[in-house]
């Protein structure tokens, strides 16, 4: 008395375990897709700060891309897609960014968070508008449950 794959009531029980297996690898891939760079932000990085993502639309041999400058520069720019001016943080504020609104003149701005779930436990920044504005954006794509800023 064995269990007869041929019978009807196990091939429909097996065809619909392979489909809620199909289903279940297909959500998971679609998450990972949209945690991939150039689907929307950046992913948080120590090392730059995230000046946004070129959408992938563009015909810029930077569509996709996430854009970045070093630490301690701000990112200046009249379109993402294009050129970006990396300029020393304490220049802030000396030429508009074009990212609009929030954009103000000389001033420090800062941010902190704790707590985060992905990259470092914590961040810290103090300095100028756009690198504050990066910084707080880091803070949220690494779901961190304290953020602290004065640059939003």
């Given amino acids: 008395m064995g269990l007869d794959l041929d019978s009807e009531p196990v091939q429909a029980i097996l065809i619909f375990v392979g489909i809620v297996g199909v289903f279940i690898l297909l959500f998971f891939a679609l998450q990972q897709i949209g945690k991939e760079p150039g689907q929307g932000t950046c992913p948080p990085m120590l090392d730059k700060v995230a000046c946004g993502v070129c959408p992938s639309s563009s015909s810029s041999s930077h569509a996709g891309m996430c854009r970045t400058c070093p630490l301690g520069r701000e990112c200046v720019f009249e379109d993402i ?26 001033g420090t701005y800062y941010v902190s968070c704790s707590g985060c779930k992905y990259g470092q436990t914590s961040y810290s920044y103090r300095g100028g508008y756009s690198a504050c504005n990066s910084w707080y954006q880091v803070c949220v794509q690494a779901e961190c449950s304290k953020i602290l800023d004065n640059c939003r």
Avoid: E, H, Q, R
């Fill in 81 to 106: 897609c294009g050129d970006i001016d990396c300029v020393p943080t304490s220049a802030s504020g000396s030429s508009g960014s074009g990212s609009g609104s929030g954009s103000s003149g000389s």
